[in-house]
Structure formats: structure tokens, C-alpha cells
């Protein structure tokens, strides 16, 4: 079975920074990509950023130049630097893993972490 587990959110006041981590478990899977989604109330859940294995990262525009995404592929872990937080941001974020898993590709989600910016 694989596992995300994700730490990282809370409250933050406007202008403010969170960093948000996440690390993959479980045997036999091989990921291809790490990822973070985002659900606010009321709204469907949106891409916030990924980062394939080798290749270049993707950024919703509404968080570029402000979040950066990275990976530690040793530990399987995926990062996403939030600065300049803005109440807009508010939402529950979702660390994503792409990957194969025998005989599919997959996808694997993590519990969710509220990110709350307050203005």
C-alpha cells in the first residue's frame, strides 16, 4: 500500500510564508510525478503545482513567481514554498503522487493540510 502523509499547513497572516512537505511510502511503487492540488469551500479541487521526474515544474498561474515546488527523490518527498500568502490561498492543499504501481498507473493522495491566510 503507499502512504502520503503531509505536514506543513496552519494560519498565517497576509504577506506571510508556509512550507508544506510531503513523503511517499510503499514498496513497488515508482513514482513519475509529485504534485500539489488545493480545494477552497465551494470550489473544485484546482492544481496548484508539479514537478515530473526530469523534467521542468508547472505553476497555476495564480501562484507563480510566489510558490516554488521541489523534490527530494531519495526520500521520495515533495516540497511546496508558499511567500507572499495571500487570503486567496486559503484552502486545503493535497500532495499528489503519480506513478506505476503494477499492472496501472496510478494516482495517490495525501489526508490534506488547511492552509488558512488571513488578511
Aim: overall charge positive; proline content about 3%.
Amino acid at each position: 500500500q503507499v502512504q502520503l502523509v503531509e505536514s506543513g499547513g496552519g494560519l498565517v497572516q497576509a504577506g506571510g510564508s508556509l512550507r508544506l512537505s510531503c513523503a511517499a511510502s510503499g514498496s513497488r511503487f515508482s513514482i513519475n510525478a509529485m504534485g500539489w492540488f488545493r480545494q477552497a469551500p465551494g470550489k473544485q479541487r484546482e492544481l496548484v503545482a508539479t514537478i515530473p521526474n526530469g523534467g521542468s515544474t508547472k505553476y497555476a498561474d495564480s501562484v507563480k513567481g510566489r510558490f516554488t515546488i521541489s523534490r527530494d527523490n531519495a526520500k521520495n518527498a515533495v516540497y511546496l514554498q508558499m511567500n507572499s500568502l495571500k487570503p486567496e490561498d486559503t484552502a486545503v492543499y493535497y500532495c499528489n503522487a503519480h506513478g506505476y504501481y503494477y499492472p496501472d498507473y496510478v494516482d495517490y493522495w495525501g489526508q490534506g493540510t488547511q492552509v488558512t491566510v488571513s488578511s
